[in-house]
C-alpha cells in the first residue's frame, strides 16, 4: 500500500464577498502557498466573474500544484451547501438563484462544495484554529453584521434547507432597535456587530456631552473609535462595549442551552475590543444559564488571522467528510 503525502495535497479556498473576493491554495497543515484577490463587483454575470477566477487561479494551480487540486471550497453569501447555489444574496450584484457550484466544477474540473462565510469560518476553526479536537461548539462572527456557524458531533448544522444557524438574526431584545436592513426588532446583530456598536455610541454620547467619544464627527464613530475612547477609560466608550456585551452575553446564554457546547469562538474586529466585551458576555452568559450549564462553557477567541480566516475556513470544505 503506497503511502499518501497530506502535505502534498492542495485545496482551492475561495471567500466571496460583497466588494472583493479572496482565494489561495492551502495544504493540510493549513499553510496558504499562495493567494490573491478579485474585485466582485465589476462582473455583470456570474459567469463573467468564474472566467476571471479562473484566468487568476489556473496558473497559481500550475505553479504550486505538481498534480493539481484536490477539490475547491467555496464562502459565500446565502449559499446553500445542500444545493451548491447561491440564494437571493441581497450584497452581490447578481439577483436570484445562482448555480454557483455548477459554474465553479464546469470551468476548472474539480468539485465544489459551498457554504456561507460563518459556518466556513467554524470549519476553519475546526481544522486548522482553536477548535481542533472539539466536537461541539458554536463560532459567532462579529464584523458588520454578526454571523454564526454551530457544530455538534463534530458536523455543522445545516438544517432542512442550508440555512440554518443564523443566531445573528434571532430576536434578544422584543420590539428592540429596528434593523437597519432586515427590518426586524431587537436582533443580536443590531447590537452585537460593528454596526450595532456604532448606533449605541451615537446614541450614548449625545446624552454625555463631556465623553471623549464626542470629540469624533459623526460619521467616524466607529467600533474602533470606541475602542481608542475606552482604551483611555472613558466612562461611556467602556459602557457602550459593556452594554454590547450583556446584549451577546444574553443571547449566548440562549444558545448554549439550545446546543451544549464546549465552547464558543469568537471571531472578528469586534473582538479587538478583548476584555471590554468578553468580561460582560461572560458575566451575563453565566448569569442567564441553568445551574447544569455554568462554567462549563469557555469564550474562546479565534487563533486564525482574520485576514486570511476565510480563504482558511473555504478551504477546510474540500477536507470536511
Known amino acids: 500500500m503506497s503511502v499518501v503525502d497530506l502535505s502534498k495535497q492542495v485545496a482551492l479556498g475561495i471567500d466571496i464577498g460583497g466588494t472583493n473576493t479572496k482565494f489561495g491554495l492551502v495544504n493540510h497543515r493549513g499553510q ?16 463573467a466573474f ?14 504550486y500544484c505538481e498534480s493539481g487540486i484536490e477539490g475547491i471550497g467555496v464562502g459565500a453569501p446565502n449559499a446553500n451547501y445542500y444545493r451548491g447555489t447561491i440564494e437571493l444574496a441581497p450584497n452581490l450584484p447578481w439577483k436570484g438563484v445562482i448555480q454557483f457550484a455548477n459554474l465553479i466544477t464546469a470551468k476548472f ?33 462579529l464584523g458588520t453584521g454578526v454571523g454564526s ?7 455543522l448544522i445545516y438544517g432542512s434547507d442550508g440555512f440554518a444557524g443564523e443566531l445573528g438574526h434571532t430576536i434578544v431584545k422584543p420590539g428592540g432597535r429596528k434593523h437597519w436592513s432586515t427590518g426586524s ?19 450614548m454620547r449625545a446624552e454625555f456631552p463631556d465623553s471623549m467619544l464626542n470629540q469624533y464627527p459623526e460619521e467616524i464613530i466607529n467600533s474602533k473609535t470606541v475602542h481608542e475612547c475606552a482604551l483611555k477609560q472613558d466612562p461611556v466608550a467602556i459602557e ?8 451577546l452575553g444574553e443571547a449566548l446564554a440562549n444558545f448554549v442551552m439550545f446546543s451544549s457546547p464546549e465552547a464558543i469562538l ?56
Not at 456604532?198 to 446614541?203: D, G, N, Q, S, Y
Not at 457602550?240 to 446584549?247: D, I, L, P
Request: aromatic fraction near 8%; proline fraction near 4%.
Open 266 to 321: 469568537l471571531f472578528g474586529g469586534v473582538i479587538k475590543a478583548g476584555d471590554f466585551i468578553l468580561k460582560p458576555a461572560k458575566l451575563h452568559m453565566e448569569r442567564n444559564l441553568l445551574p447544569i450549564f455554568r462554567n462549563k462553557v469557555r469564550l474562546v477567541f479565534s487563533e486564525l488571522d482574520e485576514a486570511d480566516a476565510a480563504i482558511l475556513g473555504a478551504s477546510a470544505l474540500v477536507w470536511e467528510k
Open 32 to 47: 496558504i502557498l499562495t493567494k490573491g484577490s478579485i474585485p466582485t463587483d465589476q462582473y455583470s454575470t456570474p459567469e
Open 149 to 155: 456557524g454551530i457544530v455538534s458531533g463534530g458536523h
Open 185 to 203: 426588532e431587537g436582533s443580536l446583530e443590531s447590537y452585537a456587530s460593528a454596526t450595532g456598536i456604532a448606533i449605541t455610541a451615537k446614541k
Open 50 to 63: 468564474v472566467d476571471a477566477l479562473h484566468e487568476q487561479i489556473q496558473p497559481m494551480i500550475e505553479e
Open 240 to 247: 457602550v462595549f459593556r452594554y454590547t456585551g450583556q446584549k
Open 109 to 141: 474540473g474539480q468539485p465544489c462544495k459551498m457554504t456561507n462565510d460563518a459556518n466556513a469560518a467554524a470549519l476553519g476553526e475546526m481544522m486548522y484554529g482553536a477548535a481542533r479536537g472539539m466536537k461541539d461548539f458554536i463560532m459567532i462572527t
